[in-house]
């Protein structure tokens, strides 16, 4: 499985971003796919997952702002990140999740939201 992040950027505060993890290879194996970030000087924190059957995780962190949702091609999950601060700023790597198998990862976005 290969996992292809995009949509990262700078955004001021209050602002939206969206990104988007495209998954190529053996998806049919995927039962989940979500989204960590990393901020500098800090561990990784699991923010949002969709599983294959629509369950969905929200971090408390970001609760009420993003969005995490399929698009019509089974393989693109999309993050939709909005009313974003400060605190949000960080590398947001996609992650894939395949029952008897470490999580795959794919390269990290960056996002960044100015005060």
């Known amino acids: 499985v290969q996992l292809q992040a995009s949509g990262g950027g700078l955004v001021q505060a209050g602002g939206s971003l969206r990104l988007s993890c495209v998954a190529s290879?053996?998806?049919?194996?995927?039962?989940?796919i979500g989204w960590y970030r990393q901020a500098p000087g800090k561990g990784r924190e699991l923010v949002s997952t969709?599983?294959?059957?629509?369950?969905?995780y929200y971090a408390d962190s970001v609760k009420g702002r993003f969005t995490i949702s399929r698009e019509n091609t089974e393989s693109t999950v999309d993050l939709q990140m909005n009313n974003l601060t400060p605190e949000d700023t960080g590398v947001y790597y996609c992650?894939?999740?395949?029952?008897?198998?470490?999580?795959?990862w794919g390269k990290g976005t960056q996002v960044t939201v100015s005060s």
């Open positions: 290879g053996s998806t049919f194996s995927i039962n989940a």
């Open positions: 992650a894939a999740w395949i029952p008897g198998a470490t999580p795959y």
């Open positions: 969709l599983t294959n059957v629509g369950d969905t």
